[in-house]
């Protein structure tokens, strides 16, 4: 019989995290500080970090051990399966073998958890009280709701106004572990006041949450703040996945030519990616490695390789990206978690350098990807994840024109659950594609000098 499902046991979590900044040819820029322009400095990340997260930022050990307290409780899902997509693959008429690492299993659902846990962790070990988040489409606030829960915290969310009113049951999940949650723009904060006196009908941004997150949290010192993707230390977080893939790729008896994740800040795509990419500068390796993006917020494939800031505030530090400009508000797609101006400076770096690629896909072929997907797997694929889905049935596509008997991975970052309203809107023959058009996206990055 052909393996559906490679499992690892238990004990075969990961012991470390692997750190890229260790290898990456070209080491990171450092970030910025907002008030003075120069390099920011370990007190004033310290304003909302703990500690052991700056030290993390910044590290370059290669390997960072995992407390084994965070091990337990990546226990409750993790190791997370990955299947070969033996449906998919006949349903496409590919020679090429595809296979999937499902971060689905989570309790809440995503990726997100791998971070959400030693985030908590550490602000729990430095006797802080309180987190403040963002949240786009909701699953990061889902994901630090848990974790805070986990190690008996309080949480508070500002979620994007927009996901507020269309998601009430994400909003419900984060109030079942116990989060606060407020509809940003709030009136809670000066940054959100500052925007509902401009526009009181704002829908809202990721930029302007994160905004009144950082700002709740450098004005109580018992609070800190906790961002779910584009830092270092996420992606440090998230490498769980590519360390478990590559041994579960091992099993399976293919090395990847190719792997593919999602990407809206790119921490997802950093923890499948990473390992897999330390193999490439290391060992030579030939794989290519895909980041999938909405073409409606195309920061990778369109954006600029520069200084920027992660909010609309302008709270938060520069730091060297990929960026749409930290005021681009980009079209209200269904893929809410994509939905991000910037992405990570350690995918930034490695794309300017060319270790790594970048592709945009439009809404309604990534949701035509996801039903091809769910009628043959069976499992209901975040619109956020589907994204690597349509990048992958295009690599199987060509294969077949080719004759090439590759080797396909892809991250599936999250169930989609929550998302049926997105997929009544597909079905109903209602989507509509939300490409940028080229006068708005030069507007944006005129602004990025
Ligand atoms: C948040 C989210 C993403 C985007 O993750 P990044 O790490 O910011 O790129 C992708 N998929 C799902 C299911 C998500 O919840």
Redesign the pocket.
């Known amino acids: 019989m052909k393996e559906t499902k490679i499992l690892l046991t238990e004990r075969e979590i990961p012991t470390h995290w692997y750190n890229i900044q260790a290898d990456i040819p070209n080491p990171l820029k450092p970030p910025l500080s907002p008030a003075t322009g120069k390099p920011a400095t370990p007190d004033e990340l310290g304003a909302i970090f703990p500690e052991e997260i700056i030290k993390q930022e910044t590290g370059t050990q290669r390997f960072v051990e995992i407390p084994e307290e965070v091990r337990r409780l990546y226990g409750l899902w993790r190791p997370s399966p990955v299947y070969r997509a033996h449906r998919l693959e006949k349903a496409l008429d590919t020679p090429a073998r595809i296979y999937f690492k499902y971060?689905?299993t989570s309790p809440a659902?995503?990726?997100?958890l791998n971070t959400a846990i030693p985030q908590a962790y550490y602000n729990k070990q430095q006797g802080i009280k309180r987190l403040a988040t963002e949240t786009?489409?909701g699953?990061?606030g889902t994901a630090l709701s848990m974790a805070c829960k986990f190690f008996d915290m309080e949480c508070t969310v500002y979620m994007v106004k927009i996901s507020y009113n269309q998601k009430p049951y994400r909003r419900s999940m984060m109030q079942l572990f116990g989060a606060e949650v407020f509809a940003s723009p709030s009136d809670k904060t000066d940054a959100g006041r500052a925007v509902l006196e401009k526009d009181p009908e704002s829908n809202g941004s990721l930029g302007i949450a994160i905004s009144e997150a950082v700002e709740d949290a450098v004005k109580n010192s018992d609070t800190n703040y906790a961002l779910?993707?584009?830092l270092n230390h996420?992606v440090l977080h998230?490498t769980v996945i590519g360390l478990e893939a590559k041994k579960q790729m091992e099993k399976a008896g293919y090395y990847p030519d190719v792997v593919i994740a999602?990407?809206?800040?790119?921490?997802?795509?950093?923890?499948i990616a990473m390992p897999f990419v330390q193999d490439k500068i290391k060992e030579g390796k030939k794989t290519r490695i895909v980041a999938a993006e909405p073409a409606a917020c195309p920061s990778l494939t369109k954006g600029k390789f520069t200084y920027d800031y992660g909010d609309v505030a302008h709270l938060t530090p520069m730091m060297m990206m990929y960026t749409l400009g930290s005021d681009f508000m980009p079209p209200g797609i269904h893929a809410g978690?994509?939905r991000?101006h910037g992405s990570s400076p350690i995918q930034s770096q490695l794309l300017h350098d060319g270790i790594i690629e970048a592709a945009a896909f439009e809404q309604q072929d990534i949701f035509e990807a996801a039903v091809l997907f769910a009628q043959s797997e069976g499992i209901v694929p975040?619109p956020?994840?589907s994204h690597a889905i349509k990048a992958a049935v295009d690599e199987a596509i060509n294969a077949k024109e080719s004759g090439e008997k590759k080797t396909i991975l892809f991250g599936l970052?999250?169930h989609g659950y929550f998302d049926m309203a997105a997929y009544d809107n597909y079905l109903s023959g209602q989507m509509q594609n939300s490409s940028l058009p080229e006068d708005v996206l030069d507007k944006a990055l005129e602004k990025l000098s």
């Open positions: 971060e689905g659902g995503s990726h997100k786009g489409a699953q990061w779910g993707s584009v996420v998230q999602c990407s809206g800040g790119g921490s997802n795509f950093g923890g978690g994509l991000y975040a956020e994840s970052s999250g």
